[in-house]
């Protein structure tokens, strides 16, 4: 079965401009999660969807990030304006459910300048 | 806080030695623990887990894992390491319907 896709892979852009990243997760797999992992930490949850509705987002950091998950499938995180501490490796990442394994994609690493 | 902690940041070993990795987690009730492995340019991926039944869980590549529910651990052992088990692991504990959260990562490297 085809895995979770992610893209762009990379991405470089300045201080206070604006990235977006896409994944499409495992074929009907309602759970759908975003990690930031910075360079030498594991991986922190930022969102947390169950078919298309927000299941936790405690931890986004709301003033400048933005996810959606429109129609229950593919998702796009959003940040604007970037910040250098933003620099890092999003993971998106599918379950079938809210407690068991999940399936990561390749991640998006994000530098900024 | 709640949090899984690794006690590990960085392992060096030789080949045919022996692994443990330790993992702690501080969080109360029921769990689900998890250990991924991530290689060397590849993405995270499930190297074993635990739900329920027996402490002792097998996964893939020789790793095994033992539940210890009065010490909140779930270490990782390996017998006999190889060169190919050179990466970086995660241990990870899911709270029944809620969200999934990591330890910091190990990174293991095995000198041939």
């Known amino acids: 079965e085809a895995g979770v896709a992610q893209s762009p892979r990379y991405k470089i852009i300045e201080k206070r401009q604006s990235v977006a990243f896409w994944c499409n997760p495992i074929?009907?797999?309602?759970?759908l999660y975003w990690y930031q992992q910075i360079l030498g930490q594991g991986p922190k949850l930022l969102i947390q969807?169950?078919?298309?509705?927000?299941?936790?987002d405690s931890q986004l950091p709301k003033d400048r990030f933005s996810a959606e998950r429109l129609k229950g499938v593919d998702s796009t995180l959003k940040i604007q304006p970037a910040k250098l501490e933003d620099s890092a490796v999003y993971l998106c990442a599918s379950s079938p459910g809210s407690a068991g394994e999940l399936f990561f994609g390749e991640g998006s690493r994000l530098t900024v300048l | 806080a709640q949090s899984v902690s690794q006690h590990n940041h960085h392992v060096i070993l030789s080949e045919a030695a022996s692994l443990e990795l330790g993992c702690n987690y501080s969080?109360?009730?029921?769990?689900?623990l998890f250990w991924y492995v991530q290689y060397p340019g590849q993405h995270l991926q499930l190297l074993l887990k635990?739900?329920?039944?027996?402490?002792l869980v097998k996964g893939i590549k020789g790793f095994e894992a033992e539940f210890i529910k009065s010490k909140f651990s779930f270490n990782l052992r390996k017998p006999s390491v190889q060169w190919s088990d050179t990466a970086e692991y995660f241990c990870?504990?899911?709270?029944?319907?809620?969200?999934?959260?990591f330890g910091a990562g190990t990174r293991l490297t095995v000198k041939p």
């Open positions: 635990y739900f329920s039944g027996d402490p």
């Open positions: 074929s009907g797999h309602a759970t």
């Open positions: 969807f169950q078919n298309n509705g927000v299941v936790d």
């Open positions: 969080y109360g009730g029921t769990v689900n």
């Open positions: 990870a504990v899911n709270r029944r319907n809620n969200d999934m959260r």
